[in-house]
């Protein structure tokens, strides 16, 4: 019987000590083995060899070609700073603007950009890289600027002068509170019904941001219209409209949106920027200066 009880004894005291020492390296392999306690964005991005990021389907920001390719200014900009942080693959996924910040918070994108600005309410719920560019209002005319617009004012001024304005579109309130009255504005559905608006003279003008209209007019290629050079941005409220537009990351991301901010001024200086930009409509006169995200945080 002692002999039993002895044996058992010894069983459970090898048991005990087998269990402990299968825990331990459990425990150590835990935080190890895939670094993910400790891993942020930027090196779980380099490490698998993509990152994912969300796009805004609008040209020239982000849209698809006839052939499926992901471009856009936004897409260039993006996908050029991150291979030289070391990212090989950009997954873009293209989807509704108001999905944006939403999808960057349930972690559907590592990062969002195309087409939005830097404005203090986004702020709030992500973290900015400084602005990529710069963004004002624009208008087209016939060709000779008949009617000589050089402004929202003179629009309003002008009782012949009616505008085409896409639906929901931010430069609807822009004119209205510009003095131009409703009879007008002219909504269209879309970009291409607005130039069509225009050249059939049910408008003598278009508005909508500079990069957009230069993009639509280059696509229309229809030498009897015209953007207006000198066109002079309204104020509204009290201030200039011009926006900033930059990529946005998590709020917790910081390592990142540092090393994205680094390569960005890179592209700067060098004047690589201008060159992705231009080919989506965009000039010097839309390069972001020293504006950075804090500024326009505030």
Do not use: W
Request: one cysteine or more; proline letters at 5%; charged letters at 25%.
């Amino acid at each position: 019987m002692r002999k039993i009880v002895s044996l058992l004894i010894t069983l459970a005291l090898f048991g005990l000590v087998i269990g402990c020492g299968q825990g331990k390296p459990a425990a150590s392999g835990a935080g190890t083995n895939d670094g993910s306690a400790t891993e942020n964005t930027l090196e779980k991005a380099r490490k698998q060899g993509f990152i994912n990021v969300g796009f805004a389907n609008e040209k020239p920001y982000a849209y698809a070609t006839p052939d499926g390719k992901l471009t856009g200014e936004a897409v260039e900009v993006a996908r050029k700073i991150f291979r030289n942080l070391g990212i090989k693959e950009m997954n873009g996924v293209l989807t509704e603007f108001g999905s944006l910040i939403p999808g960057l918070k349930a972690k559907r994108f590592d990062v969002i950009t195309a087409g939005m600005f830097i404005n203090p309410e986004r702020a709030k719920e992500v973290g900015f890289a400084n602005p990529e560019y710069s963004i004002g209002e624009a208008i087209a005319v016939k060709k000779g600027n008949p009617l000589n617009l050089h402004s929202y004012e003179d629009i309003a001024k002008n009782k012949d002068a009616k505008v085409a304005v896409m639906v929901g579109a931010i430069e609807q309130e822009y004119l209205k509170k510009s003095g131009v009255p409703d009879q007008q504005i002219v909504t269209v559905p879309d970009q291409p019904s607005a130039i069509s608006a225009l050249q059939s003279d049910r408008v003598q003008a278009v508005t909508m941001t500079g990069p957009s209209l230069q993009a639509v007019l280059d696509s229309a290629k229809d030498d009897t219209l015209e953007r207006v050079a000198d066109f002079k941005q309204p104020v509204i409220d009290g201030r200039s409209v011009r926006g900033y537009g930059a990529a946005a990351f998590r709020k917790e991301d910081k390592e990142i949106r540092e090393a994205y901010n680094a390569e960005l001024q890179k592209l700067k200086e060098s004047g690589e920027l201008l060159k992705l930009l231009e080919p989506f409509g965009f000039t010097k006169d839309e390069l972001p200066g020293d504006m950075t995200a804090e500024q326009l945080s505030q």
